[in-house]
């Protein structure tokens, strides 16, 4: 009797054969090399790679098929000689298919020339009979016990084969699903954080309107001030998230333009003014030998260097100074920025690190977990040039470098 698992209409084993992806697949370059040396190996005309389905047998890998056979890829059942291999879940020893009443009336006979076959299980990982290896001679043959077992062996390779490409398949769904994840994951994010704005706005006017009416330098005036400038924090990390999103999906393309240098700087220092009053920073400018134009997004561009600053600024103790310098790189094809700190620094297996999504310094304990120097990096290589961080030993404070063309054809 025929075990449930090795019937040919088997719903699991079916399903098993159909997951392997192979009945979509013919004289695969593969399975090609296995019945190929099979075919040598055992002095036979014709080796098969044949997966056997309840209506037909499908070849994914054949040698020896010439003249009118040579584009066959499957054959009916009514031709098939390894369907009595899964039916039995045995090898198929056959010397003279003519003579063979487990075969003899067996059309492959007669239109295919298919006098002796020795032919083994295709057993998967789940223990399904998916069809059978076999060498096939136009001539009686008898069979030893020696080449039986050489193809037993060679078999186990084939099915290696085949579990190795269901794995790979495998693979492949679970990192296009957990790539589809991430998109929704994203697209999630970014729109409640498109949507924290709105409340946002209405907490920083709310703040800004009590702050004008409380004319007197009061506790409540600083609290105030203070809730305003985090406001403000909240709302620029929010145009980071948003913009580092939008060039990332390449769904804003830079607003390329002339951008005057000499007034953009003078806009910087407009802007960084206050902070280096109330923090006693003294604050450098070596920006004329530089270029005075560059081709570049001028707002992106002005944000970046303003975050650069401000964490200049912010890693900076009481008393320490900040530098902002420009010049012209060696091969006068770029604009090179460098603003330098005197703050803690950043270890050197950090400076590459610290440009990622939401990092937090381990040499730098006040860092606060942020897209802004993620952000700078993105807005960088968008305009074709790069930023990083420059330094001397650890403890001696930071140096970032940002080096863009000075004319960027895209």
Known sequence: MVAEGQRLNNPQRLADLDETGLLLISKDPSFHRFVRLAARMMKAPVSLVSLVTNEKQHFVGSCGLDGDLEDLVETPLTHSFCQHVVTSGEPLLVSNAKNDPRVCDNGAIADLGVVSY????????????????????????????????????????????????????????????????????????????????????????????????????????????????????????????????????????????????????????????????????????????????????????????????????????????????????GDGGSAVFLISDTGPGIAEEERESIFGKFVVGKSATARSIGLGLNFCRIVAEAHRGSVSVVEGPAGVGSTFRVELPLSTHR
Request: glycine letters at 8%.
């Open 118 to 329: 020795l032919g083994v299980p295709i057993v998967s990982s789940k223990g399904n009979i998916l069809g059978s290896f076999c060498v096939i001679g136009g001539e009686p043959r008898e069979w030893s016990e020696d080449e039986l077992e050489f193809m037993q062996d060679l078999k186990a390779a084939v099915c290696a084969e085949i579990e190795l490409r269901r794995q790979t398949d495998q693979l492949q769904k679970s990192v296009r699903e957990l790539e589809d994840a991430h998109v929704r994951n994203d697209e999630m994010v970014h729109m409640i954080i498109h949507d924290l704005r709105n409340p946002l706005a209405g907490i920083q006017g709310g703040v800004d309107l009590l702050r004008t009416s409380t004319t007197e330098q009061t506790e409540d005036h600083e609290i105030l001030s203070a809730m305003d400038e985090g406001c403000v924090q909240m709302m620029d990390l929010i145009g980071d998230i948003l913009e580092s999103s939008k060039i990332q999906n390449a769904e804003v393309p830079l607003a390329l333009s002339p951008v005057g240098l000499p007034s953009l700087f003078r806009e910087l220092a407009r802007q960084v003014e206050l902070l280096s009053q109330s923090r006693s920073i003294q604050m450098q400018w070596s920006v004329d030998g530089g270029p005075k134009e560059i081709m570049a997004d001028r707002r992106l561009l002005k944000r970046m260097l303003q975050n650069l600053l401000i964490n200049a600024f912010k890693f900076s103790p009481m008393g320490g100074k900040v530098e902002f310098s420009v010049e012209t790189s």
